[in-house]
């Protein structure tokens, strides 16, 4: 580990003094040679882990032939990259919807926002949210996201958002007054928040709100798509057919890219001149994409994540300090008994060579990559179990001196 020097970058993150210079699979590597297991993957972006030979070379292959002409001009890899994305919003069939790209989760969420406010109509613009949610850091996506204290430095936000308890059906039905109500966003599963799951039949609960009120159902799969949670989207769980769907992190295995996908009806409220981005689409971002797509398909993402996901989650139930393991596929929320600090042992698991993060201060989150062998889980849980048996010992040895 190495001591930050000062730094011309501003300060928006705590950062672990750490650098990584170089990856491998689900292996990262310090700039002082040491290596690291790595059970976050970016922040669930590096699903096929690090430079996946594939990705890699599509990126160095397109980046040599061309990387961008705007969106000024038809582009050979964008309709085939959406087509793909639709069929895996259909399940294998096509969903009849339509995408636009972006460069980001925020941005794929913005999409979605001005999206149903020209399907709205004029003041019929307001979008629901869940509290706790997380859409991102744009003024719009942080006014959707349910955390009002991120909101306070910040105002005035745009006007538009409420926000009402996640997986609570009857506070949304009293928030979703249809005269001035255009759609609902909610997470499938609130990732920044915790892993937070709704209980049973929430979506299927809020899809039949939408369709008696005429607002749209609009799923942010940006943490939860593209197999992680065990199918290829989160909605997809509970067989729900959603109006608009954002996705982002995994989607380039690290190139920047995001995408919205609206059903038909939907997606031809825009016009040319309502919506746009320089970069959306460009054959560089498309060409990772491409590759992502196919490897992940390839190796049945959803399945590796839901074999993986339970033998994760079986062994991590049963270690002292955790009080449930939460999530689905391989997003796995780790609950810790109370006097336990998850920011401690993240900490120290980076010390142990295992990379991991804690989204609250009582819960861990686990989000490695889909490639992710058995034997490599069974080290991280060691590592993870050998940490928390100390923490309980100090716990207690604390607890009997006093
Ligand atoms: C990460 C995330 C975002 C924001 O994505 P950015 O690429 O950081 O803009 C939005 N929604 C969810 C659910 C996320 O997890």
Known sequence: MTNLPATHLMGTYHRAPVRFVEGEGCVLIADDGRRYLDFLSGLAVTSLGHAHPRVAEAICHQARRLMHVSNLFDNELADEVAGMLDRLIGDGSPAGGKVFFANS??????????????????????????LGGFHGRTLATLHATGQPEKHEAFQPLPEG?????????????????????????????????????PPPGYLRALRELCDERQILLMLDEVQTGLGRTGRWFGFQ????????????KALGNGMPVGACWARGEVAEVFVAGDHGSTFGGQPLAMAAARATLEALGEIDAPRQATERGAQLREALVGLPGVIGVRGAGLLLGVMLEPGLSATEIAAAAL?????????????LRLAPPLIVGPAECDKAVSIIA?????????????ESQR
Do not use: W
Request: aromatic residues 2%.
């Open 237 to 248: 769980h509970e067989a729900v057919q959603p109006d608009v769907v954002t996705m982002a």
């Open 161 to 197: 958002f409420r926000h009402v308890a996640y997986g609570d059906v009857d506070q949304m039905a009293s928030a979703a007054d249809p005269a001035v109500v255009a759609g609902i966003l909610v997470e499938p599963i609130q990732g920044e928040a915790g892993v937070v799951v």
């Open 351 to 363: 010390g142990a060579g295992l990379v991991i993060n804690a989204p609250t201060p009582s819960l």
């Open 386 to 398: 050998a940490l928390l048996r100390n923490a309980v010992a100090a716990g207690s040895a604390g």
């Open 105 to 130: 989760g925020a941005e794929a969420n913005e999409c979605a926002l001005k999206l149903a406010r020209r399907f709205g109509g004029r003041g019929r613009h307001v979008v629901i949210s869940g």
